[in-house]
Every structure is written in structure tokens, then in C-alpha cells.
């Protein structure tokens, strides 16, 4: 599914107007983002949990040239899934 077959399927089931619907998606995506940039988190019960995990500082190589590079650290978004969503698939 893609971004436009959501907005089609949140459109039918809220019995919305797709242009509406894609607002709404466009919102809820963004207060996401902007809740984990800063460091927080966003839980959506029965859904999951969206939050900020952190990578450490580490060596890796070039595969061209097969030099050693540092790779900085990094914080990542990562999601952990609600009970309601892995009943739903089992």
C-alpha cells in the first residue's frame, strides 16, 4: 500500500473527502516527526510505539577503496508494535 491507496482507504472508512483525508494523514505524519526530533515519543495504543533509538559512533570500510571511515553517531526513529497489532496478524 502506498501513501495515495491510504488516503483513498482513510477517506472511505472516516467518510471523508480524499483532499481531507490526505491533510489529515500529512498531519499526523508530521506530528510524529516533529515529536521524535525532539525526543520524544508517540504511542498509539493498540497500535505501537514510535521512538527515538540511538546508534553508536563506529568504524566501517570503504568498499571501493576498502579504507577505514568513522561513522558518527546517529539517532534513528524506530517503531515496536502494539499487542493489538501482532494479534491481528497471528
Same mark, same amino acid.
Given at each position: 500500500?502506498?501513501?495515495?491507496?491510504?488516503?483513498?482507504?482513510?477517506?472511505?472508512?472516516?467518510?471523508?473527502?480524499?483532499?481531507?483525508?490526505?491533510?489529515?494523514?500529512?498531519?499526523?505524519?508530521?506530528?510524529?516527526?516533529?515529536?521524535?526530533?525532539?525526543?520524544?515519543?508517540?504511542?498509539?495504543?493498540?497500535? +505501537?510505539?514510535?521512538?527515538?533509538? &540511538?546508534? =553508536? %559512533?563506529?568504524?566501517?570500510?570503504? *568498499?571501493?577503496? +576498502?579504507?577505514?571511515?568513522?561513522? &558518527?553517531? =546517529? %539517532?534513528?526513529?524506530?517503531?515496536? *508494535?502494539?499487542?493489538?497489532?501482532?494479534?491481528?496478524?497471528?
Amino acid at each position: 500500500m502506498n501513501k495515495s491507496e491510504l488516503i483513498d482507504q482513510i477517506a472511505a472508512e472516516a467518510e471523508m473527502s480524499k483532499a481531507a483525508a490526505g491533510r489529515a494523514l500529512d498531519a499526523a505524519v508530521a506530528a510524529v516527526k516533529q515529536t521524535l526530533k525532539k525526543g520524544g515519543t508517540v504511542t498509539l495504543v493498540g497500535f +505501537g510505539t514510535f521512538h527515538v533509538g &540511538k546508534r =553508536a %559512533a563506529r568504524s566501517g570500510r570503504n *568498499p571501493r577503496t +576498502g579504507a577505514t571511515i568513522k561513522i &558518527k553517531s =546517529a %539517532a534513528i526513529p524506530k517503531f515496536r *508494535p502494539g499487542k493489538a497489532l501482532k494479534d491481528a496478524l497471528n
